[in-house]
């Protein structure tokens, strides 16, 4: 048996908990340092990449490598 203990708050409301965790990240990572200002990558970017990649490489490689969907790298193939 595994036993998983539930999230302590040390007894706060969520509420709380949740404005006392945002203050120590802001104090922790000051001028917002922890957001990821360049967001993931795009789709349109990770088959663009793999075609430069693979300049004789076929659709189904593109799928099998990336992970992508099949309608996702037939959508940006040609872009």
């Given at each position: 048996?595994?036993?998983?203990?539930?999230?302590?708050?040390?007894?706060?409301?969520?509420?709380?908990?949740?404005?006392?965790m945002n203050a120590i990240r802001d104090?922790?990572?000051?001028?917002?340092?922890?957001?990821?200002?360049?967001?993931?990558?795009?789709?349109?970017?990770?088959?663009?990449?793999?075609?430069?990649?693979?300049?004789?490489?076929?659709?189904?490689?593109?799928?099998?490598?990336?992970?992508?969907?099949?309608?996702?790298?037939?959508?940006?193939?040609?872009?």
């Open positions: 048996n595994i036993r998983i203990e539930k999230n302590k708050r040390n007894g706060r409301k969520q509420e709380q908990h949740i404005k006392i104090i922790e990572h000051p001028n917002g340092s922890w957001i990821n200002k360049e967001g993931a990558p795009t789709k349109q970017s990770t088959v663009q990449k793999w075609r430069s990649e693979h300049p004789e490489g076929k659709k189904a490689d593109c799928i099998r490598d990336t992970g992508l969907t099949k309608p996702t790298v037939y959508k940006w193939w040609n872009i």
